[in-house]
C-alpha cells in the first residue's frame, strides 16, 4: 500500500482503519492466499494440542532474530540484525496483526485474528512450539505480568476476553474466564505491574475502557479524543497514555483515583497510533501514522522532547538491548526501519511482507 499524499493523509488513515473494522473481507482473502502458497512450501508443523518444547534462548550464543509479522501476507518475517537480511519466512493464520512475548519469554504468540488463533514460536529459532484454536477474534493481546492472566481485544466482535493461564494443560492452557462487550472495535490494551488491572482503548467509540482482573468486572468507561489506539501506562502505574490516531495528539490521564482524570493532551504529530519506550524508565516513543514521524516523549515533564523519522507510516516498535536502536514495521512501505536514536536517523531498511504490523526481538531494551 503506498504512503498517501500529506493532504489526503488524514483521511486516508481514517478510511483505512474504518475499512478493516467494518469489511475485512480483501485482507482476509490476501492473507488466506499468502498463507496457502507459504504453507504448500513449508514442512507439515506439529499438532495443534503439542506441548510446547524447551526454549532455545539460552543456549543460544549471538545476536537473536528480529520478527516481523506481515499482516496482509499471512507470514512473518525473521530477521538476521547482524547482516539486515530476512532469513526465512514463517507462514501463520489467517489476517495476523499483533506479536507478543510472553513475561517469561519463552515463546513469542502470534495473534491470527481471523483464524481464531494463536501460534506460539520460539523466539530464537522461530519454530512453532504450539498453535491454540478456538481463540475467537484476537487481534490485540497481553499476558498479565504474573502470568496468571492472559487478555484479548476481539476488535471485529466488540468483546474484550480474559483467560486464566493454565500451563498444566498441555491440550488447551487458556480458559475463559469472562467475555465483556466493549463497544466499538476494541484496538489495544495494557495491564498494570500489579496484574490488577487491564486498560482497553475502543477505537470507534472514543472511550478507554478498565476491567478489574480480580473480579472480572469493568472499573470505569470515559469518553477521550478522536479514534483511540494504542495505550501505554507509566512505570509507576499512574499514568496512561492514549494515541489519538484520529488526531495529532497523545491523551494523559491520571488513573489513581476511582474514575481517570485528564491531564493534559500532548502535541505529536497526526496520527499518533503506537508506543514503545525507550527502557530508561523516562522516555516513551509515539509513531505518528500520518506524520511519517516518531516523537520522543518525557514522561515526566510531559512534552515532546525529541523528534525522529518514521518513513513509510510507522506502526510497532522494537527497541534493541543496548538502547541505541529503534526498530520500526513501516505499514505502508513494507520494509523494517532500523534508526539510530542518538543521530535521529534512519540508518538501513529491510523489504519485508505486506503490511508489518508487529515488530519483536529477545534482545530488547525493558519494556516499562
Known amino acids: 500500500m503506498r504512503r498517501p499524499a500529506r493532504r489526503n493523509a488524514l483521511s486516508f488513515t481514517l478510511n483505512v482503519f474504518r475499512r478493516r473494522h467494518r469489511s475485512a473481507m480483501l485482507a482476509a482473502g490476501l492473507c488466506l492466499a499468502g498463507a496457502v502458497m507459504a504453507q504448500a512450501a513449508a514442512p507439515a508443523s506439529a499438532p495443534a494440542s503439542a506441548p510446547a518444547s524447551a526454549s532455545a534462548s539460552a543456549r543460544a550464543p549471538g545476536p537473536r532474530p528480529i520478527f516481523v509479522l506481515n499482516s496482509l501476507d499471512a507470514t512473518i518475517s525473521m530477521i538476521d540484525p547482524v547482516t539486515a537480511t530476512e532469513i526465512r519466512r514463517i507462514p501463520t493464520g489467517k489476517e495476523p496483526h499483533h506479536l507478543y512475548l510472553t513475561p517469561d519469554e519463552k515463546s513469542l504468540i502470534v495473534a491470527n485474528s481471523a483464524g481464531n488463533q494463536l501460534m506460539f514460536l520460539d523466539p530464537v529459532t522461530g519454530a512453532v512450539q504450539r498453535t491454540l484454536r478456538d481463540i475467537v477474534d484476537p ?6 505480568p504474573d502470568m ?6 476481539a476488535n471485529r466482535l466488540n468483546h474484550v476476553d480474559l483467560y486464566r493461564w493454565q ?7 487458556l480458559k475463559l474466564v469472562k467475555r465483556i462487550d466493549a463497544p466499538r472495535t476494541p484496538s489495544h490494551l495494557s495491564i498494570d ?9 475502543l477505537q470507534d467509540s472514543d472511550e478507554l475502557l478498565a476491567v478489574d482482573l480480580g473480579t472480572q468486572a469493568v472499573r470505569w468507561k470515559v469518553k477521550v479524543g478522536k ?10 502505574d499512574k499514568r496512561l497514555f492514549v494515541g489519538l490516531t484520529g488526531d495529532r495528539f497523545v491523551e494523559v490521564y491520571d488513573v489513581t483515583g476511582a474514575s481517570p482524570k485528564l491531564i493534559t493532551r500532548i502535541p505529536t ?11 530508561d524508565g523516562k522516555h516513551v516513543f509515539v509513531g505518528n501514522r ?18 525522529l523519522p518514521g ?9 534493541t538491548a543496548d538502547g541505541k536502536t529503534l526498530l520500526l514495521s513501516s505499514r505502508w512501505a513494507r520494509k523494517l526501519t532500523f534508526i539510530d536514536i542518538a543521530s535521529r536517523k534512519v540508518v538501513k531498511q529491510v523489504a519485508v511482507g505486506t503490511s508489518p504490523h508487529g515488530v519483536w526481538t529477545l534482545d530488547h531494551a525493558p519494556r516499562r
Open 311 to 319: 518513513p513509510g507510516g510507522p506502526d510497532c516498535m522494537d527497541i
Open 227 to 236: 479514534m483511540p489506539a494504542d495505550v501505554y501506562l507509566s512505570p509507576d
Open 193 to 201: 505491574s500489579k496484574s490488577t488491572v487491564v486498560y482497553a482503548s
Open 148 to 153: 496468571k492472566w492472559f487478555v484479548t481485544a
Open 167 to 173: 500451563p498444566e494443560n498441555a491440550d488447551q492452557p
Open 290 to 307: 500520518v506524520a511519517n514521524t516518531i516523537s520522543m516523549i518525557d514522561i515526566d515533564k510531559l512534552t515532546v522532547v525529541a523528534e
Open 139 to 144: 487481534y490485540h493481546l497481553r499476558f498479565s
Open 269 to 279: 504529530g497526526e496520527g499518533a497510533h503506537a508506543f514503545r519506550s525507550l527502557g
